[in-house]
């Protein structure tokens, strides 16, 4: 019988570097996986005119799931497309291992997963003119109102009842997982609810319901920016930490900096029959044809991978082998101190893999 098939699409700059090696080393320890790969960006441009061509959306509708290289720009409409309602929610896990250059004096205490709004929010742009809003600015509900005939422009957030409770679902259902291997099974909401209370207010309450309607796991909530600041003072008090999508985004890379950087950073944006795997540092262009580019954040979104795709033992093995790696300190990427470029990387740890 087929094995699962994932449609791999390798975006722009450098992350080919890493996505293509990844996807060998994947297929070479579960060799029944089919890796299709999809052309986006500058390469589709040039072969069907198009950077998102039609080719590249069937290969995506087709796959079980997508695994994605980064965008640097040329890449962008696929990147919105699969973040859709399809994957609507974003997982962070944030982890430092021995051998990571972490900033923090103590970095052993850092363990915990995010969990981020990926559809609402601020994002994806809602923006115009403040002369489209003579309506609204004129209301009670605007603490500051522009003067008549100010030049400017203003952003909406927008907030669904439906989305907010896909959020909690994978907040919950990631707590319940990691409670079960020893975490304690606590979620941790970081709004600025005290000063926009119709919108992260909303969301605190529908976050803070449906997990306290759950046996067995606890809550606890802070304004974002004091949040912010236990990720930092205090991560040994986190578990499961839920934001919307712009305070999301920022403070797990905020996070990641906390580890040692972007290079180690992996993400998966989760829909109820679909899922897109890639790192969090993006395209890294600056990079591109260097060979020196981190591939720990795309292993690691492998090992994502091969969770969800139900290979757990594979999955262990490899985040053992990257472990690994890092602890003996002999083939280190160069921005965690190191001289190893990205294939001798890989190699180090495909020889503890396989």
Request: proline content about 6%; aromatic content about 8%.
């Amino acid at each position: 019988m087929d094995g699962p098939l994932v449609c791999v699409i390798a975006g722009d700059d450098a992350a080919p570097e890493v996505v293509l090696p990844t996807v060998a080393l994947l297929h070479k320890m579960i060799p029944s996986i089919r890796f299709r790969e999809a052309l986006s960006g500058q390469a589709a441009q040039e072969k069907y005119g198009d950077p998102f061509p039609k080719q590249t959306r069937q290969a995506i509708g087709a796959a079980d799931c997508t695994f994605f290289g980064g965008s640097g720009g040329p890449s962008d409409p696929v990147l919105q497309h699969l973040r859709s309602v399809r994957t609507a929610v974003n997982i962070r896990p944030i982890r430092w291992r021995q051998g990571y250059r972490s900033p923090l004096s103590n970095p052993r205490r850092v363990n915990y997963l995010i969990v981020r709004d990926n559809l609402e929010g601020v994002y994806p742009p809602r923006e115009g003119e403040l002369s489209e809003l003579s309506a609204l600015t004129s209301s009670q509900s605007w603490s500051q109102q522009p003067g008549p005939g100010e030049q400017g422009a203003y952003a909406v957030r927008v907030y669904t009842d439906a989305q907010i409770r896909r959020v909690a679902e994978t907040a919950i259902h990631f707590a319940y997982e990691r409670q079960s291997i020893g975490y304690p099974g606590r979620v941790t909401v970081g709004t600025r609810s005290s000063i926009q209370p119709r919108t992260d207010g909303r969301f605190r309450q529908i976050v803070r319901e449906m997990v306290e309607a759950k046996a067995g796991l606890t809550y606890q909530e802070f304004l974002t920016d004091d949040l912010a600041r236990r990720m930092v003072d205090a991560p040994e008090t986190l578990d499961v930490v839920v934001f919307n999508n712009e305070h999301g985004e920022i403070l797990a890379n905020m996070a990641a900096g906390s580890i040692g950087g972007l290079g180690l950073a992996p993400s998966v944006s989760y829909g109820e029959d679909y899922a897109c795997f890639e790192p969090a540092h993006g395209s890294a262009p600056d990079l591109a044809g260097k060979n020196s580019i981190n591939p720990t954040a795309m292993l690691l979104t492998g090992v994502l991978l091969l969770d969800y795709l139900g290979y757990f033992a594979e999955s262990q093995r490899l985040d053992d082998a990257i472990s690994s790696v890092y602890r003996q300190g002999q083939t280190l990427p160069v921005d965690q101190g190191g001289m190893a470029s990205t294939s001798e990387f890989i190699a180090a740890v495909q020889k503890f893999a396989i």
